[in-house]
């Protein structure tokens, strides 16, 4: 990478109060950490059913691959420009305006990073059910309370062990970054060494060769894959068997679970207040990072092939394939090791989504765009009212429960004839891919409006490939908007609208602000 020395006394931080206590290693494991969830182990199953062959399988991750790294390769140009609190809410409000700014920011707080949280807790909680039965989805301390047609409101065992843990790790994160970053580091180290573990034993144990001949044999040709429906009217279904343009689409609406998957990358640049040497370490960890994570998805969904046939990937149970590919090797037991494995995950991820998130509101507040309690930092130098705030509405997000219906609208029931509930959480990070993915476009064209508006910046690290590899990021991803905009529609608009919705907020906050501050004077 062309980073550049060190200047003395480019890392300082303009509002003082943050401890820079975390070195590159510790940053590329809050990368890392962040990115490994649960999502790698089931959403496989879902590509594989649209893509309908294991080389388009495998080629769908290895596309998400590059668009991450390309992503994170440029973010680096704009880390090392701006080594602030804040990241990508900082990148946007200096490229564009503190509109742009706050729109993401107020995405964030509403449901990008409160609703991943809710998401993988309630995934941990699930995942501990498997070793304590007694934590279940219809366990209920308070049975669902009906507040429309669509929707209620309910609370279980297993919503309240998810909210728990938010507690707990939010608890643990208001003592200083140095306990957080301790238990950062010690579990994406024991769930990189459980996938790289998954991994070595699908290869080396698990391997069978009636699932290699099937899968490798014609490793590119869709065999019954399901069709995209679209939700656009004047468009025709189409399937991975009808020629390269359906392929393009096909493998655009597969990226949403496998960028959801790899996403949350960015995070490390919400704490580059809190980074050692940020111009140098925030772009190298961002590198490292995504390098390491890509490279293990890859793999793994080689080492799925090599043990599953493909019709085991697409109909996996409950979609995980993870499980699928363990209890080949070992029986019965293999769902007792995945859901350990997924709790190391899922709880390493959160307390790096959760110590991250608050550093974003922190940068809001001292713009005056945020309460303004949140950007105070507590007596060990971190933002605490931001990470309690954070955990009050993740904790509600959790709540809401949607009724689950099938195609024509009828509600679905479970073996007692009572209704099926979902999460509100899960419908919210559904509309609200499409919006992240447009801030991702937005802030890597960023690049290339500061290269204009500011060429005299100190710029340590510059985007690799430059202009070629940001380019082509923001040309690939625009065609993944599109391509959603038309055959998701009904899961794109509402993304849109939750953004929208930032606007009248944003006008109440500037206009209170400079009330504030007129009442000052």
Not at 210 to 232: E, G, M, S
Not at 271 to 280: M, S, W
Not at 344 to 364: D, E, H, K, P, Q
Request: proline letters at 5%; hydrophobic letters at 50%.
């Amino acid at each position: 990478m062309n980073v550049e020395r060190r200047v003395p006394g480019d890392d300082a931080e303009e509002s003082s109060g943050f401890v820079r206590e975390l070195s590159l290693l510790d940053s590329t494991m809050i990368v890392a950490g962040s990115m490994i969830g649960s999502g790698i182990f089931i959403v496989s199953a879902d590509i594989a059913r649209l893509t309908g062959s294991g080389g388009w399988l495998v080629a769908t991750w290895v596309l998400t691959g590059l668009l991450t790294i390309a992503a994170a390769l440029s973010y680096g140009e704009l880390a090392a420009m701006m080594p602030k609190a804040g990241g990508q809410y900082v990148y946007l409000r200096e490229a564009y305006s503190p509109l742009w700014g706050f729109l993401y920011g107020w995405t964030l707080f509403a449901v990008i990073q409160t609703g991943t949280i809710a998401a993988v807790a309630v995934a941990f909680a699930r995942f501990l059910g498997v070793l304590l039965p007694g934590i279940g989805p219809t366990d209920w301390i308070v049975r669902p309370i009906d507040i429309s047609d669509g929707y209620a409101f309910s609370l279980s065992r297993q919503q309240s062990v998810g909210i728990l843990l938010v507690v707990c790790l939010t608890a643990i994160n208001t003592r200083g970054i140095h306990l957080g970053k301790l238990i950062q580091n010690g579990f994406t180290t024991a769930k990189t060494a459980s996938l790289v573990g998954l991994i070595a034993l699908g290869f080396l144990v698990g391997r069978r060769s009636d699932a290699i001949a099937a899968n490798f044999a014609d490793l590119w040709t869709p065999r019954n894959p399901l069709p995209v429906v679209p939700d656009f009217f004047a468009l025709e279904p189409v399937n991975a068997t009808q020629g390269a343009w359906a392929l393009l689409i096909v493998l655009c609406v597969a990226q949403v679970g496998s960028l959801f998957s790899a996403d949350a990358w960015n995070n490390i640049t919400f704490t580059a207040g809190e980074v050692k040497n940020p111009r140098r370490n925030v772009p190298l960890s961002l590198a490292l990072g995504t390098g390491l994570v890509i490279t293990l998805y890859v793999l793994a969904n080689l080492a799925y092939l090599v043990v599953l046939p493909l019709s085991g990937i697409q109909n996996a149970p409950d979609d995980r394939v993870g499980t699928a590919v363990l209890g080949v090797m070992f029986g019965p037991a293999g769902a007792t090791i995945m859901a350990v494995a997924i709790l190391i995950s899922t709880f390493g991820c959160n307390n790096g989504l959760i110590f991250a998130g608050a550093r974003v509101y922190y940068a809001m507040a001292k713009d005056g765009l945020f309460f303004r309690s949140t950007g105070v930092l507590n007596e060990r130098h971190v933002p605490a009212t931001g990470l309690w705030l954070q955990c009050l509405w993740t904790c509600l997000l959790v709540l809401p429960r949607t009724r689950l219906r099938d195609p024509s609208g009828g509600a679905l029931l479970d073996a007692t004839g009572a209704p099926r509930y979902g999460n509100l959480y899960g419908n919210l990070l559904d509309y609200v891919v499409f919006a992240v993915l447009i801030f991702y476009v937005l802030t890597i064209a960023g690049i290339f409006v500061l290269r204009r508006k500011r060429p005299e910046a100190a710029r340590p690290y510059k985007a690799f490939g430059y202009p070629i590899v940001p380019a082509l990021y923001i040309a690939a991803a625009a065609t993944i908007l599109v391509v959603l905009l038309l055959y998701r529609t009904q899961t794109t608009w509402p993304g849109l609208l939750l953004v929208l919705t930032g606007l009248p907020v944003y006008w109440l906050w500037r206009r209170g602000s400079a009330s504030a501050a007129k009442g000052r004077d």
